[in-house]
T-cell receptor
Framework: GNSVTQMEGPVTLSEEAFLTINCTYT??????LFWYVQYPGEGLQLLLK?????DKGSNKGFEATYRKETTSFHLEKGSVQVSDSAVYFC???????????????FGQGTTLQVKP | NAGVTQTPKFRILKIGQSMTLQCTQD?????MYWYRQDPGMGLKLIYY???????DKGEVPNGYNVSRSTTEDFPLRLELAAPSQTSVYFC?????????????FGPGTRLTVT
């Protein structure tokens, strides 16, 4: 079945450091891929998405490229800020699957803590 | 647009009590979902609906019930609350099947069962 695996956290970085959070997936179809962010005490917000191979999603300085050959969708940011401290979730949706229910499969989440 | 709204924000229940978590979206989305998030964990799907009058079970449906009488509303019912249902509950919605299926989340309901 479909699944998403994220690197374990927590990830602790100093301000202005480079960030990578690894995400790999297993899917039988051609999934859409997402990164969601959850700030403390809040719901999940869509950070970026990619719908086909080689697409690059980007938002707020974050980027992720849909790599079909390595089944990966790693999240990167060149210079993190304290305000980026949050939990980041990688997810996939097999929108072309037979069930076509729009269900998302989530990774377990990676906590990022950025120190001044 | 308000997006996805959930009420209440917080609730404490005694074992065996019942309650309904409310979820409303004003984006005319056909698909809606209920998740629970336990501390330090990802999200697990409880129930989902692909349109008014149509619901189906997710990964962890035991102890819960749903209904979908309108496009806007998707309430989640706990009939006999148990400590294992202590969690944060999120409702989400997504537009038509032709989209990328990104989901829009509500702010959550934090439930404690004691």
């Amino acid at each position: 079945g479909n699944s998403v695996t994220q690197m374990e956290g927590p990830v602790t970085l100093s301000e202005e450091a480079f960030l990578t959070i690894n995400c790999t997936y297993t899917a039988t179809g051609y999934p859409s891929l997402f990164w969601y962010v959850q700030y403390p005490g809040e719901g999940l917000q869509l950070l970026l998405k990619a719908t086909k191979a080689d697409d690059k999603g980007s938002n707020k300085g974050f980027e992720a490229t849909y790599r079909k050959e390595t089944t990966s969708f790693h999240l990167e940011k060149g210079s993190v800020q304290v305000s980026d401290s949050a939990v980041y979730f990688c997810a996939l949706s097999d929108r072309w699957g037979s069930s076509n229910t729009g269900k998302l499969i989530f990774g377990q989440g990676t906590t990022l803590q950025v120190k001044p | 647009n308000a997006g996805v709204t959930q009420t209440p924000k917080f609730r404490i229940l005694k074992i065996g009590q019942s309650m309904t978590l409310q979820c409303t979206q004003d984006m005319n989305h056909n698909y809606m979902y209920w998740y629970r998030q336990d501390p330090g964990m990802g999200l697990k799907l409880i129930y989902y609906s692909v349109g008014a009058g149509i619901t189906d079970k997710g990964e962890v449906p035991n102890g819960y019930n749903v209904s979908r009488s309108t496009t806007e509303d998707f309430p989640l019912r706990l009939e006999l609350a148990a400590p294992s249902q202590t969690s944060v509950y999120f409702c989400a919605s997504t537009p038509t099947r032709e989209g990328a299926y990104e989901q829009y989340f509500g702010p959550g309901t934090r439930l404690t069962v004691t």
